[in-house]
């Protein structure tokens, strides 16, 4: 989930070096890296860093294996919380990390401002992606273009409860003016993207944020279940269709953009300019049915997610 956190100690710096794992492996027990699958190292050492989750795994996969073929040695390192792998991209303990547009832009903001600062991202990528390039480059990160891929906070309902009430926007949900309970993280509470925007954007009576994990099986298990009637996951999960639960449109823009963001250690893209082209090139080709489907294929068909990066990047031609 793309959260807001304060930036860590150095503590959690060291959290992230001990944390290597290699995309499609075991990421918790800690690979080997890269081998770098051209075979040659003329190009150096880089580490790919970045949240552990399905869509990060994949998406950190692919930046693997991109490297590799481009001839560099490759260590990828996964962890929780962008409040743990951000200070590393800055102070170069990691090179390239694979993130959400808006996401950085208001983790950036609030570390710099104070957890208390408004949101400088909205649902406009060109605006957010100006308010991002100012504060990365005071913490030495390099942004490039954003893909059109874009995995934004979103909330479910199960196919009978939205054909039973014509539901299809979250403002079909607010208009029925029943009590709502959420499955959701706990940090959700006036959060302007979740209850907080539900709440006084859509007007829906939030009676209980019930908390659980983002995406979960278990937040999907306990709407399916009617033990909530809402609840939080991202719009690219494609497993909600095969569950019987239906996304409702996010008809007034509470959540902001979130398109794949290559973020790049400065430094690092200065001594290797080739790295734009690389992913320019690859965030071109990225869509969000990409994402999803890649998604799908790792969660419900249980590929690993090397093996779903390798497919991808055969199929759009770019190893």
Same mark, same amino acid.
């Given at each position: 989930?793309?959260?807001?956190?304060?930036?860590?100690?150095?503590?959690?710096?060291?959290?992230?070096?001990?944390?290597?794992?290699?995309?499609?492996?075991?990421?918790?027990?800690?690979?080997?890296?890269?081998?770098?699958?051209?075979?040659?190292?003329?190009?150096?050492?880089?580490?790919?860093?970045?949240?552990?989750?399905?869509?990060?795994?994949?998406?950190?996969?692919?930046?693997?294996?991109?490297?590799?073929?481009?001839?560099?040695?490759?260590?990828?390192?996964?962890?929780?919380?962008?409040?743990?792998?951000?200070?590393?991209?800055?102070?170069?303990?990691?090179?390239?990390?694979?993130?959400?547009?808006?996401?950085?832009?208001?983790?950036?903001?609030?570390?710099?401002?104070?957890?208390?600062?408004?949101?400088?991202?909205?649902?406009?990528?060109?605006?957010?992606?100006?308010?991002?390039?100012?504060?990365?480059?005071?913490?030495?990160?390099?942004?490039?273009?954003?893909?059109?891929?874009?995995?934004?906070?979103?909330?479910?309902?199960?196919?009978?409860?939205?054909?039973?009430?014509?539901?299809?926007?979250?403002?079909?949900?607010?208009?029925?003016?029943?009590?709502?309970?959420?499955?959701?993280?706990?940090?959700?509470?006036?959060?302007?993207?979740?209850?907080?925007?539900?709440?006084?954007?859509?007007?829906?009576?939030?009676?209980?944020?019930?908390?659980?994990?983002?995406?979960?099986?278990?937040?999907?298990?306990?709407?399916?279940?009617?033990?909530?009637? =809402?609840? !939080?996951?991202? +719009? %690219?999960?494609?497993?909600?269709?095969?569950?019987?639960? /239906?996304? $409702? *449109?996010?008809? #007034?823009?509470?959540?902001?953009?979130?398109?794949?963001?290559?973020?790049?250690?400065?430094?690092?893209?200065?001594?290797?300019?080739?790295?734009?082209?690389?992913?320019?090139? =690859?965030? !071109?080709?990225? +869509? %969000?049915?990409?994402?999803?489907?890649?998604?799908?294929? /790792?969660? $419900? *068909?249980?590929? #690993?997610?090397?093996?779903?990066?390798?497919?991808?990047?055969?199929?759009?031609?770019?190893?």
């Amino acid at each position: 989930m793309r959260i807001l956190r304060t930036l860590t100690t150095t503590a959690a710096a060291a959290v992230l070096l001990a944390a290597a794992g290699c995309g499609g492996d075991d990421l918790e027990s800690g690979g080997d890296g890269g081998s770098g699958g051209s075979g040659s190292d003329d190009k150096g050492t880089v580490v790919v860093g970045g949240q552990d989750f399905t869509e990060m795994q994949v998406m950190a996969a692919i930046y693997e294996q991109l490297l590799e073929d481009d001839g560099y040695t490759v260590e990828t390192k996964l962890v929780t919380t962008r409040d743990v792998y951000l200070p590393e991209l800055a102070s170069g303990g990691v090179d390239i990390v694979p993130d959400y547009l808006a996401g950085l832009t208001d983790f950036l903001h609030t570390a710099k401002n104070g957890p208390d600062a408004e949101p400088v991202s909205s649902n406009d990528p060109d605006a957010t992606l100006a308010a991002l390039e100012p504060l990365a480059e005071e913490e030495g990160i390099a942004i490039l273009p954003p893909s059109d891929a874009t995995d934004q906070n979103a909330f479910f309902v199960t196919q009978e409860y939205a054909d039973q009430n014509d539901l299809e926007t979250l403002s079909d949900l607010a208009a029925l003016g029943q009590p709502i309970k959420l499955g959701a993280p706990e940090d959700c509470e006036g959060r302007s993207d979740c209850e907080g925007g539900l709440t006084n954007v859509y007007g829906l009576d939030i009676t209980e944020i019930v908390p659980l994990d983002f995406g979960s099986s278990q937040v999907k298990d306990a709407v399916a279940n009617g033990e909530v009637q =809402l609840g !939080e996951t991202g +719009t %690219t999960d494609a497993s909600l269709e095969q569950l019987g639960l /239906v996304l $409702l *449109e996010d008809d #007034k823009g509470i959540q902001p953009a979130q398109n794949l963001t290559p973020a790049i250690n400065a430094e690092f893209l200065a001594d290797n300019p080739d790295l734009e082209d690389l992913f320019n090139e =690859l965030s !071109e080709a990225l +869509t %969000t049915e990409d994402l999803a489907d890649m998604n799908l294929q /790792v969660d $419900l *068909e249980r590929k #690993k997610p090397a093996d779903v990066a390798a497919a991808f990047l055969e199929d759009k031609g770019l190893l």
